[in-house]
């Protein structure tokens, strides 16, 4: 693609967003639900990588969250060649798609374009999901290692009955 700028300008006036790189090659969007991304340019790899955040993970799940995460990277099988990430600084996942400019048209800009805002609202929607199994299957562990405790304190208490 001959001019990133110019083909960002003409997505963004045809999607509603001012899109301009700044001078470090970046520009930050937010959505109208609140949800944000980053557009950066690196030029000497001649690619556009598209960057969201998709949420915070609680340090008591990230064990059972992570797992999953790692298993929807593999062989990117779930996430359409983006790659989910923990950026530890922001304590955030991420999820990344590096986009060749190579090549590139006007179309298929748009399209991974599209298609990133998509990815975005659906990974962020599956985090959540997989942040409250993780929670429900902790509290359920609790639970019947609370119960095992009471049972386990009972028995130990049968051996102090004086059966006549």
């Keep these: 693609m001959e001019n990133i700028a110019v083909a960002l300008k003409e997505l963004g006036t045809k999607n ?15 959505l109208a639900d609140g949800r944000t991304f980053i ?8 690619e ?3 960057v969201a955040t998709l949420g915070y993970v609680p340090e008591e799940v990230r064990a ?24 530890a ?7 990344m798609y590096p986009f060749p400019l190579a090549d590139a048209t006007d179309g ?14 659906a990974w962020k929607d599956r985090l959540d999901e997989l942040i409250a199994d993780a929670k429900n299957i902790a509290e ?10 009471d049972e386990e304190a009972s028995a130990a208490d049968d051996h102090l009955i004086i059966n006549p």
């Design 89 to 95: 600084s922001l304590e955030q996942v991420v999820i």
């Design 64 to 87: 059972d969250v992570f797992t999953e995460l790692l298993s929807a990277n593999f062989y990117w099988r779930t996430t359409l060649g983006a790659t989910i990430s923990w950026n």
């Design 48 to 50: 556009l990588d598209f």
């Design 108 to 121: 298929t800009l748009e399209n991974i374009f599209t298609r990133f805002l998509e990815l975005q609202a």
């Design 140 to 149: 359920s562990k609790a639970d019947e290692d609370e119960e095992d405790a």
């Design 16 to 30: 509603g967003f001012d899109i301009s790189l700044n001078e470090d090659g970046t520009c930050s969007l937010e």
């Design 39 to 46: 557009l950066q340019e690196r030029a000497n790899l001649n």
